[in-house]
């Protein structure tokens, strides 16, 4: 017996691109603006063909956002609190998925190329499968490293916001770890960081 199909999209983009000198939201990908796509845009598309809605948590740049946001038919989430991090983004991401009466999420992050459609079906059909064997959360694994995105049930949506703000992503998924799968992955992609220019002009066309 599978999961009841409830999940949403949740897309990390409230930071403040300090390294890169401009918002990493909004860099075009692929990185010769062909497509006329952006990181956000195109991490909204690969999420919204396979939940029910889309959330974008954004900080001081939500502005800036928004037009990007609406134009794909997703929501706009504003973390009062950005400079508290990233886990207080994922808080408030994950608040609006339980607010919007759903109890799974797919969590991304913005500074990086979207996940490709193969491994975010790999991650659903892993995550369908979960119910029977007790686990809260699936988490793709490439060459050993552990990335984005993840799959969450409500009781691993119900731990992150339990924990304090102080905490942060790894500590609670590693004090919940034998409720978590993890799924080996051939798609580099999710454990890369785009932080700098030279990592972005270091990405394949």
Known sequence: MGRAPSLCGVIL???ASARMGRDKALLPWPPDGTLGETFLSSAIQAL????????VVAGANAARL?????SQGASLVENPNPERGQFSS?????QAVLSHGRDAAVVTLVDRPP???ATLQLL???FDQTLEARKWAVIPEFHGT???PIVVAREMIEAFLRASFESNAREVEHSHQEFIDY?????PFVTLNIDTPEDYAALPA
């Open 146 to 148: 552990h990335g984005h």
């Open 90 to 94: 994922l808080q408030a991401g994950l």
């Open 13 to 15: 983009a409230a930071g």
């Open 124 to 126: 659903l059909l892993a």
């Open 48 to 55: 919204a063909s396979a939940t029910e809605m889309v959330f």
């Open 66 to 70: 928004a037009p990007v946001v609406y």
């Open 183 to 187: 799924v080996a992955v051939q798609d």
């Open 115 to 117: 996940v490709q459609p």
